[in-house]
């Protein structure tokens, strides 16, 4: 979607490397997500944040942390990767006030752990 | 505990055949229904939602889906399927709070 980008969309990095994922929003909504996808497991959410520096844990959250210091920007970060973590992984956003329109997804980034 | 189950990682259907597409949800109170489709090397495309209102919802590309309380289900439907369907597909509920939950996915197949 042209609102949301996510870089890298590809990375291959080495065990135990810290590495840090990108996603940048032009729409100003108040909602962020980052969530994983994993062959049998569907979407699981890692991080989220409700505004500037409020973040929350979702059900993933071991092994990542998140950074939220602008509105448009949210950080995703392995600290020490691990071959668990090879994914891919995706950023979504939402309105608080729209959120029966449920959210805008981008594109992802495929992260190899090796 | 609240949760969303899709039955089958895979779904095989001929062209021109009725696509079914099966969801349930675990929860005592009806939350806000989603179908998200995902084609190859693409994020999450919303098909339709389910919030209030008419149980049976339109999406895009001729999917449509019916919201039925008392079997707690949400299932996907499209008369005719067409080769452009195949995808995996998502099936996603909003539980009464800002997260959404999915379902782990169905990958769809169309046979020539």
């Known amino acids: 979607d042209a609102g949301i980008t996510q870089s890298p969309r590809h990375k291959v990095t080495e065990t135990g490397t810290p590495v840090t994922l990108r996603c940048h929003q032009t729409?100003?909504?108040?909602?962020m997500y980052w969530y994983r996808q994993d062959p049998g497991h569907g979407l699981r959410l890692i991080h989220y944040?409700?505004?500037?520096?409020?973040?929350d844990k979702g059900e993933v959250s071991d092994g990542y942390s998140v950074s939220r210091s602008k509105t448009e920007d949210f950080l995703l970060t392995l600290e020490s990767a691990t071959s668990s973590q090879t994914s891919v992984y995706f950023c979504?956003?939402?309105?608080?006030?729209?959120?029966?329109?449920?959210?805008?997804f981008g594109s992802g980034t495929r992260l190899t752990v090796v | 505990a609240q949760s969303v189950t899709q039955l089958g990682s895979h779904v095989s259907v001929s062209e021109g055949a009725l696509v079914l597409l099966r969801c349930n949800y675990s929860?005592?109170?009806?939350?806000?229904l989603f179908w998200y489709v995902q084609y190859p090397n693409q994020g999450l495309q919303l098909l339709l939602k389910?919030?209030?209102?008419?149980?049976l919802v339109k999406g895009i590309n001729g999917f449509e889906a019916e919201f039925k309380k008392s079997e707690t289900s949400f299932h996907l439907t499209k008369p005719s399927a067409h080769m452009s369907d195949a995808a995996e597909y998502f099936c996603?509920?909003?539980?009464?709070?800002?997260?959404?939950?999915f379902g782990t996915g169905t990958r769809l197949t169309i046979i020539p």
């Open positions: 929860s005592s109170v009806p939350p806000y």
């Open positions: 389910y919030t209030t209102g008419a149980t």
């Open positions: 996603a509920a909003l539980f009464g709070n800002e997260k959404l939950t």
């Open positions: 729409e100003n909504h108040r909602y």
């Open positions: 979504a956003i939402s309105d608080l006030v729209r959120f029966r329109d449920g959210y805008t």
């Open positions: 944040s409700y505004g500037v520096k409020d973040t």
